[in-house]
């Protein structure tokens, strides 16, 4: 309900205002009628006449074009008939508009020969028309002559006699152009001169109208200011308090000064501030224990939080560091959680670089995944491998920086390094947890198999292995071998598994002569040809001295020589938690 001061102030503004307005109207109407009936010839006759006058010209330049398309047309090898046949037929077309825009154009310039409520200029416009007849019958007979003869030539395929022709209907068609466009400057100056003469007319129903405007303006904004001087400084502070908030500053509170609607509104933006300041605070803190997308797609998406969850096709990400504990031994609390914190720092700017969710934080582990609602099915994996190459790059920037956060060089930890599982697969994803507490998480075999490849590291002394969905879908970005086939824990089907060596195109050709030596030796450490398989793997370990998976390989063949495999091996290694 509007209380009575705001609605007093309202309606004594309006009133003034409208017994101002309703004066101020009726003596401009008066005056405007004469000024609109000058420019309704205007716009109704003066401008299409000249409309029409400028058409035939932009017809007569189209019928050009589509003869000499015509002439084209014949002049090929073979002739093309059809397009001859359509050009003559759009010519055609184009010189019936011409004949009805010249129609119309006389029709007008008549029309306003004939208005005598309104001054023109009718002995210029009377020569104007029939000028423009003369022009639409001598000059278009001649012109229509030339083109008959021109179309005759053309169909008979005489070229020799199209040329001058052609020239002849140019010049004439020139000529025609010529005069009607002297027509149309002739018709733009009556035109000037009406609207000159409407100008003149509108000037001196603008000065009445404005002065009188101006008299009834002064006393209603004097009115007007005095009566909504308090209601304009309310809403400006309102006003400013909005833009601030839409500007993200949460901390400029509006003064409120008055008892009225607008205090009353004022008192409720400001509570609405302090709610917005303590939910963006909730936000900024959760995104430092969740990561952000995720917040805003639980607060922005209610269907995240549904408890099924949904069975989508992701990449998941374990990073470790490697020989943590035994690193580890000697620092004191305080110096571990710097380093903890900077190595996290580090691996975690990769990942999010590359659109991925930060799971979690599992003691030195970091578990990451890719996939919808957040990346497109056909991102992730290869987002996935270039974080990978990416947390390994870090590294070295993490050895770089330990001295300088422990305040001491030699320490073991300078001789960290990483070890990463990536696989693709099928997982449920969802909010899973109790009812009381929720994680917006990623579960299924697919986790299981990024754990345990992460953990193969170990056997292969490799920093990163991968599964084969994850190379199937990221190999376009990335260069890789293949390591082994193996079994993990949990598992009974064979995985393929794979090391990123590098970017594609980034890795050099000595690395892809081991790579390809290695894979000989896989191949023939596969079918039993242990020698062969010794010889392609010692030669890889000459090329890239220290290549774990190829000391791993070596040192297996040596164990089957004592150890021979069962008649059954498939090739396959199983390998332990």
Partial sequence: MIKQSIKRRIVAIAAGLIVLMMATTVLSMVMVGRVGHLLDELTTRYNPANAHLTRIDILSLERALALRRMVIAKMQEPPDEAGYVARKQLYEAKSAEVDREARAARELINEIIADTSTPSNNVALARIESRLGSLMTDGRRLLMQENREL??????????????????????????????????????????????????????????????????????????????????????????GTRAVEAGHLDQPIDVTTRDEIGELAAAFNRMVVQLRDNRRVRETFGKYIDPRVVEGLIDQPNLTAAEGQRRLMTVLFCDLKGFTTLSEGLVPQGLVKIMNRYFSLMSEPVRTNSGIIDKYIGDCIMAYWGPPFVGQADHARLASLATLEMIEQIERLRREIPDLLGVRGTPMERCDLRIGVATGEALVGSIGSDIMMSYTVMGDVVNLASRLEGANKIYGTRNLVSANTIAAAAGAVEFREVDRIVVE????????????????????????SRDRYQQGLAAYRERRWDDAFSALTSTLEATPGDGPSMCLLARIESIKTNPLPENWDGSWHVPK
């Avoid at 027509?183 to 603008?206: G, P």
């Avoid at 090391?499 to 690395?511: A, F, K, N």
């Fill in 490 to 513: 949990g598992q009974t089907r064979p995985e393929v598994i794979f090391e990123i060596l590098g970017r594609s195109g980034e890795v050099t050709p000595e690395r892809l002569t």
């Fill in 151 to 240: 179309f005759t030539s053309l169909d008979a395929r005489d070229f020799a006699e199209v040329g001058p022709l052609l020239s002849r209907v140019d010049t004439l068609r020139d000529e025609l152009s010529q005069k009607i466009e002297a027509l149309r400057q002739e018709m733009v100056k009556e035109s000037d001169d009406a609207i000159a003469t409407i100008k003149a007319e509108q000037s001196q129903a603008v000065l009445i109208s404005g002065i009188a405007t101006l008299l009834a303006a002064v006393v209603g904004l004097i009115f007007a200011n005095l009566v909504s001087g308090g209601i304009i400084r309310s809403v400006r502070r309102l006003l400013e």
